[in-house]
């Protein structure tokens, strides 16, 4: 839940006094949405989750179920995202084909020769957008799905793309964004969120081991264009189950290498 709006009880109006259009209008619509990224949920699940009454929540799914972007079940009364939202990022996805489609081979490669989920990420304003993805063949796996978008600060592919910004970029960023726990291995102290940018820009590789989904382990490397700017990463995804840190780090050289691949081919 938002901790703003936990810790103010004004946040939510009654829905006759509730503005209906502005910038709190689309916070709570972003906000639904993302809740709906995570999974399935009913009226009062979503109205739990987002800190909102039902009856504002409903008036906002009402809106998105017309615009395509959230549909409801009539079986099970959950709601759930929709194909229209796709279209919205439709634009961002075909702007990056080519570098799909450059990485594609080598994201093969290194799926055949790991057996985990290999994911490819670019950011997007304050979060980063899934453009690739290769899920494993294992039955217990971690997938996160094309097209789908999830904080930056949290999980090594994001804690990547934020170490290569430009200083004055990342502070802009980070001023912009809230560092909240969503596992006990979130970093949240924004001093040691810059430590760990700053370790990972000198070695050139991130990991993360439950910051983001409790359980889950993940290695990330670099892409970069033909100016050398960091435009995506390349990543390996697993259990930590079957995927200690000992494991994961014993795909390091390949990984490197694959990012290596996919930069070079950029630039031809």
């Avoid at 946040?11 to 709570?28: I, L, N, S």
């Avoid at 099970?76 to 080519?98: E, H, I, Q, V």
């Avoid at 950011?123 to 978008?149: D, M, N, Q, W």
């Amino acid at each position: 839940m938002n901790q703003h709006r936990a810790n103010n009880p004004g946040y939510d109006k009654p829905p006759w006094k509730e503005e209906t259009g502005g910038v709190r209008a689309v916070e709570r619509a972003a906000d639904i949405l993302a809740c709906l990224g995570k999974n399935d949920f009913s009226l009062s699940e979503i109205s739990k989750e987002v800190g909102l009454n039902k009856a504002t929540v409903f008036r906002m799914l009402v809106s998105l179920e017309r615009k395509g972007f959230v549909t409801k079940n009539s079986n099970t009364g959950k709601y759930s995202l929709d194909w229209g939202l796709l279209g919205l990022l439709s634009g961002a996805l075909n702007r990056n084909k080519g570098l799909v489609k450059c990485a594609h081979p080598y994201m093969e490669k290194l799926w055949e020769h790991t057996g985990e989920t290999i994911t490819l990420y670019i950011r997007k304003g304050f979060e980063r957008l899934c453009i690739a993805e290769l899920p494993s063949p294992h039955p217990l796996k971690y997938t996160v799905g094309i097209g789908v978008t999830v904080p930056l600060y949290a999980g090594s592919p994001g804690k990547l793309l934020l170490a290569y910004l430009h200083p004055a970029e990342l502070e802009e960023v980070l001023n912009q964004i809230e560092l909240i726990a969503l596992t006990k291995r979130t970093i949240t102290d924004k001093q040691k969120f810059l430590k760990e940018l700053e370790l990972i820009r000198k070695r050139g590789w991130a990991t993360s081991f439950g910051e983001r989904i409790e359980g889950v382990s993940s290695l990330s490397v670099p892409v970069t264009d033909r100016g050398n700017k960091v435009v995506a990463s390349i990543n390996i995804l697993g259990p930590f189950i079957r995927v200690g840190e000992e494991r994961l780090m014993g795909y390091l050289d390949m990984l490197k290498e694959v990012g290596c691949e996919i930069s070079n081919r950029l630039v031809l």
